[in-house]
């Protein structure tokens, strides 16, 4: 496969006829213009899109022991949450950024959210004990910042640790700070930029449909957690390009380079 040339009027070779690519003035699109070289000439659409991944840190009533935390990356794994928006078998998803929430709402059932509970939760930057849903459970739920975020894909460990730590944010706006009664109370938490709580990963990932994908986060130790009220999910969002159609494609690609 030839180079592509980074210059203005660089062209990208389709089946629909040439693409004229954008002049690459930043990351972003650069990896996009080199998903397009890759996959145009197949077929393959490349389109900016996420993933998200969930996973409830408390199932039904009984209290549960959080160690490890794991996620379904693929469509067809395990019960997809309303939610979750996960990769399809047929498709590849290049990783641009990597944010990281800890879920949370109300529900008539602890730790049993219906799909319109879930639909309406809100995204947390950190545990802030004055969320009714986290409560008590606000020192538990800072031991999953304390761990670290891993990814392996089939047999290779792309990510080996990741620390939570680095997407925590307490803005100065804190849901539930000032007066206990009356109009003076904060109602949410500081938002202050797009995707609060993402950064940037270096360098890029793709994940493949076809492969096992395991992502997991691992906490310090074994730890006690009953779900106060509500429930709560750790949730992984990914964002960058999603490439329709190029699992297979993909994997031609690895074995001409080999």
């Given at each position: 496969m030839r180079p592509m040339r980074q210059g203005f009027n660089s062209r990208i070779k389709a089946m629909g006829g040439d693409i004229l690519a954008a002049k690459a003035f930043s990351r972003k699109q650069a990896v996009f213009n080199e998903k397009a070289q890759q996959y145009a000439g197949q077929g393959v659409i490349t389109t900016p899109g996420y993933l998200r991944l969930e996973t409830l840190l408390q199932s039904g009533i009984v209290a549960t022991s959080l160690n490890s935390i794991s996620f379904n990356t693929l469509d067809t794994s395990g019960t997809k949450q309303p939610t979750e928006r996960r990769l399809k078998l047929s498709d590849t998803f290049t990783i641009t950024g990597i944010s990281f929430y800890v879920a949370t709402g109300a529900s008539a059932v602890i730790g049993t959210p219906t799909a319109v509970e879930q639909a309406k939760e809100i995204l947390n930057t950190f545990p802030n004990a004055l969320n009714v849903n986290i409560g008590a459970m606000s020192d538990e739920l800072e031991a999953l910042y304390n761990g670290f975020l891993s990814?392996?894909?089939?047999?290779?460990?792309?990510?080996?640790?990741?620390?939570?730590?680095?997407?925590?944010?307490?803005?100065?706006?804190?849901?539930?700070?000032?007066?206990?009664?009356?109009?003076?109370?904060?109602?949410?938490?500081?938002?202050?930029?797009?995707?609060?709580?993402?950064?940037?990963?270096?360098?890029?990932?793709?994940?493949?449909?076809?492969?096992?994908?395991?992502?997991?986060?691992?906490?310090?130790?074994?730890?006690?957690?009953?779900?106060?009220?509500?429930?709560?999910?750790?949730?992984?969002?990914?964002?960058?390009?999603?490439?329709?159609?190029?699992?297979?494609?993909?994997?031609?690609?690895?074995?001409?380079?080999?």
């Open positions: 990814l392996r894909v089939d047999t290779t460990t792309f990510l080996d640790s990741v620390p939570l730590r680095q997407f925590y944010r307490v803005g100065t706006s804190q849901e539930g700070v000032g007066a206990t009664t009356g109009a003076n109370k904060i109602q949410a938490n500081e938002w202050s930029s797009s995707m609060y709580g993402r950064t940037e990963l270096l360098p890029t990932i793709e994940l493949n449909g076809q492969a096992n994908i395991e992502w997991s986060i691992t906490l310090p130790t074994s730890i006690a957690y009953s779900q106060a009220a509500g429930f709560s999910n750790a949730c992984i969002i990914l964002d960058g390009f999603l490439n329709q159609g190029a699992a297979t494609v993909q994997r031609q690609v690895q074995r001409r380079l080999r």
